[in-house]
């Protein structure tokens, strides 16, 4: 199978890692919207209308299956990107959610959901965990962990007084989403705030569990064919590619 991710920036490369650690797609075709990143501030109708031109991006390519690694496009925009799309489009918020169930028994759990501005306004993991029968969620827009991630501070002084700006009022979480492609990078440093004592939930991990559920997958593919597109500056993300996932690209 040939797929295709899409993201509103680097932060799916976390997704990608998931992916080719699990050998599961003969070729990878990702792109991220570097020139117009960060998707997790604008509105719904600017995320609708960047989701579906990079629809159109992606029908380029002889594509299988399109995964929006981004989680805020997967709150707005799946929908309208299922109804034009002539492959399946899966996004990560369902995939964490069944992630989120697997991994918890009592429904009074305390569950933490990260994610951007948007992601949270727009109640999607909410919903579904309501759904679900949770009813202890507590959900967190933090937004600055992006930019500080994009800076590659993975751990240290500054994370760490974001992390109490935080989380100094947040009940100690039994599971914490990561509901952002970026969040992953630092999901050590946010586990080790929380006394490791949360099961964290991983939209790449999440994803590989949904993918082998629903699609068969009669071969691994060690050496996958990958290709890295993006709006601006295509260079970086292939380097940044090279560094995270250490491929050829
Ligand atoms: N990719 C976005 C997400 O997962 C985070 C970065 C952004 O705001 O565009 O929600």
Known sequence: MKVGVFDSGIGGLTVVKSLLEH?????????GDTARVPYGIKDKNTIVRY????????KNFDID?????????????????????????????EPGIIATQNALDDKHSNILVLATQATINSKAYETLLQRADFKNITSKATGLFVPIIE??????????????????????????????THFPLISQTIGSYFGHKATL???????????EAHYKFEKKFSNPK??????????????????????ET
């Open 23 to 31: 050998q599961l797609f003969e070729e990878i075709i990702y792109f």
């Open 51 to 58: 989701s579906l031109e990079a629809l159109e991006f992606f």
């Open 65 to 93: 299956l399109l995964i929006t690694a981004c989680n805020t496009v997967s709150a707005y925009a799946l929908e309208e990107m299922r109804s034009q799309a002539p492959f399946d489009v899966i996004g990560v918020v």
């Open 151 to 180: 800076e590659g501070l993975f751990e240290g002084e500054v994370l760490q007084s974001v992390m109490t700006h935080y989380f100094k009022e947040v009940p100690c979480p039994d599971a914490i989403i990561l509901g952002c």
């Open 201 to 211: 939930i991983h939209s790449g991990e999440a994803i590989v569990e949904y993918l």
């Open 226 to 247: 990958l290709k890295f597109f993006a709006s601006e500056n295509p260079e970086a993300l292939r380097a940044i590619a090279r560094d995270w996932l250490s491929v």
